[in-house]
């Protein structure tokens, strides 16, 4: 079974440019979560969607992030402006949706903004 | 608000030994806890987990014990090998969330030859 793909693994840009990651869960996964991990720090949630429904996007820093998932299936966030602090991996996870904690996650997509 | 937490930042184990990792949450309203090891570039991956209804629960050389009395959860693996040298988080349901998770900051563990 193919994992959770992320694109880019690497991006670095400047400081008020803007920046997009795109995620493609696990087949028949209905839940699909962004999260930002800082170096040194557990994963923090952004935003949690079902299909196509965002669950919970409470932690997401609306004024500079945004992200769809149009379809249910792909998922996209983008940052823009990008500011230093954003500087972090950003790991897409998966999971089967109802009743399922196990969360499968992708490699990440490390963000350098200089 | 409340978070998950971990006593020690570094561990470093002989090859070979047991490793124990320990986790201290905060929430006694969390039912399931579950650890992942995160390697160098990779992103978390699943190691076991265990809901509040058991204390003990046993992998692949690995062992999840919870204390709910003090609120403490530990990793147990067994004949450390090189190949577990990587960064351990453990986490927690948010209670009342749609199957939301809460992580810790995570335990480097060194394994030396």
């Known amino acids: 079974e193919a994992g959770v793909a992320q694109s880019p693994r690497y991006k670095i840009i400047e400081k008020r440019q803007s920046v997009a990651f795109w995620c493609n869960p696990i087949?028949?996964?209905?839940?699909l979560y962004w999260y930002q991990q800082i170096l040194g720090q557990g994963p923090k949630l952004l935003i949690q969607?079902?299909?196509?429904?965002?669950?919970?996007d409470s932690q997401l820093p609306k004024d500079r992030f945004s992200a769809e998932r149009l379809k249910g299936v792909d998922s996209t966030l983008k940052i823009q402006p990008a500011k230093l602090e954003d500087s972090a991996v950003y790991l897409c996870a998966s999971s089967l949706g109802t009743g399922a904690y196990e969360q499968y996650f992708g490699p990440g997509t490390r963000l350098t903004v200089t | 608000g409340e978070s998950v937490g971990l006593h020690l930042p570094t561990l470093s184990v002989q090859e070979g030994d047991n490793s124990i990792i320990n986790c201290a949450y905060s929430n006694s309203a969390s039912d399931y806890f579950i650890w992942y090891k995160q390697e160098s570039g990779k992103g978390p991956q699943f190691i076991i987990d265990?809901?509040?209804?058991?204390d003990k629960r046993q992998g692949q050389r690995v062992t999840v014990l919870l204390n709910k009395t003090v609120k403490h959860l530990s990793l147990q693996i067994a004949a450390t090998q090189p190949g577990d040298s990587a960064v351990y988080f453990c986490a927690e349901n948010v209670p009342g969330s749609a199957r939301q998770l809460t992580f810790g900051s995570g335990t480097q563990l060194t394994v030396l030859p």
């Open positions: 969607f079902q299909n196509n429904g965002v669950v919970d």
């Open positions: 265990i809901r509040s209804n058991m």
């Open positions: 087949s028949g996964h209905a839940t």
